[in-house]
């Protein structure tokens, strides 16, 4: 984990930046150059000035009637969003969705490796998971220091997700990435990350209901 | 897909529901009867009063003394989030995301049934993922009417998500839940959910960071 810290960036500014850089990913990948701020807003329907503005907050900035080099742009979203770097991570829970992230290899593109998985299973514990060894759960706090991993990826059902936390706190992991739909508390010192793919179904659900 | 139209839920209210039904259901589990929504308030980290407000929003209300019926707040919650409906969906991309998003059993248990994948590699068109059998995105438009499916599932690299859109749209399809970090416009009628499992990342290395 890098210790310097990079600018202080809104976390609205830091939801839009991947849109940025899938942008202009495909630019470059089209043999692109230079884009205006004009040009990735018409893309990405983002005014061009609030571009601008995400933009100066990593100090990019534009050339006047050229616009932002293309190579160069990718390389710092890249870089500031942290997917060029190495994040290992064990994955707490190893069932159905524990098994569909590790297998997603598109997690270790944006700079996630999961080294480790954990769960209580017997039919689960000592097997591999896409070449992921999984131990027992009552093993983390003893293990995990070897694996060199700060970031534990909560999979388990929803009723454990209480429990593991604490376990994973006490084993010394940094940062919680959520996939219960439980609401972990913050604990000082602790990032949690809540992705709750079902709370996106329910605002999907609901919005078709209300057209 | 049902007509009817649910009670208007402020969007930050219908995020904290899947929290409240994960609690009430693990409450459910261990037999308890009643919970006061100070109970509730207790084990979320969120006021006891914002639980109140955001349940009134459903016409839910407790008792006094005796706060709510756990099961009947369950089934409410479950009901209004539309997990108990079955909301048939196709896969856009059965690539590595694709694949484990229709491994991934627990979506079924949240209302959402991935009825068929569409891909344009050889390799995968025409196998079946977990019973879900792929066919050629050239068919998607023949084939949906009679798949009956409202939903579509993105998981295509980034730089095809703008054309499968299109794709989608042009096919009847009426909700786009987008796993890439690509920034898709909203169209009239059509109900855009973004997942963005790569900006999460980027939110929870960038909190790692700055601590």
Redesign the interface.
């Known amino acids: ?2 210790k ?3 600018p ?2 809104p ?1 609205p500014a ?6 940025y ?3 202009v ?2 630019l470059r ?1 089209q043999g692109v150059e230079y884009v205006s701020s004009t040009a990735i807003s018409r ?4 005014d061009a000035s609030q571009i601008a503005k995400d933009l100066s907050y990593l100090n990019i900035k534009g050339k006047t009637r050229i616009g932002y080099e293309v190579e160069q742009l990718e390389r710092e979203l890249d870089d500031f ?3 060029t ?1 190495c ?1 290992k991570a064990v994955m707490i829970g190893v ?3 524990g ?3 590790i ?5 270790s593109r ?3 490796n999961i080294v480790a998985g954990f769960d209580t299973s017997p039919d689960i514990v000592g097997t591999e998971v896409a070449g992921v060894p999984v131990y027992d759960m009552s093993r983390l706090a003893e293990l995990r220091p070897g694996l060199d991993a ?2 534990a990826v909560i999979a388990v059902p ?2 454990f ?2 429990e593991v936390t604490g376990q994973c706190v006490a084993a010394g992991i ?2 919680l ?1 959520n996939f ?4 972990i ?2 604990s000082p ?1 602790i ?1 949690i ?1 809540n ?17």
Chains 1, 2 share one sequence.
């Open positions: 984990m890098e310097e810290r990079p202080y960036v976390e830091i939801r839009r930046l991947p849109w850089l899938a942008c990913s495909r990948a893309q990405l329907n983002v969003l942290g997917f770097r994040h069932g159905s969705l098994r569909a992230l297998s997603d290899s598109g997690l944006y700079g996630l700060e970031i929803v009723e997700a209480a940094k940062a990435w219960t739909p439980f609401h508390k913050t010192g990032t990350q992705t709750s793919l079902y709370a996106n179904l329910a605002l999907m659900y609901n919005r078709m209901n209300s057209r």
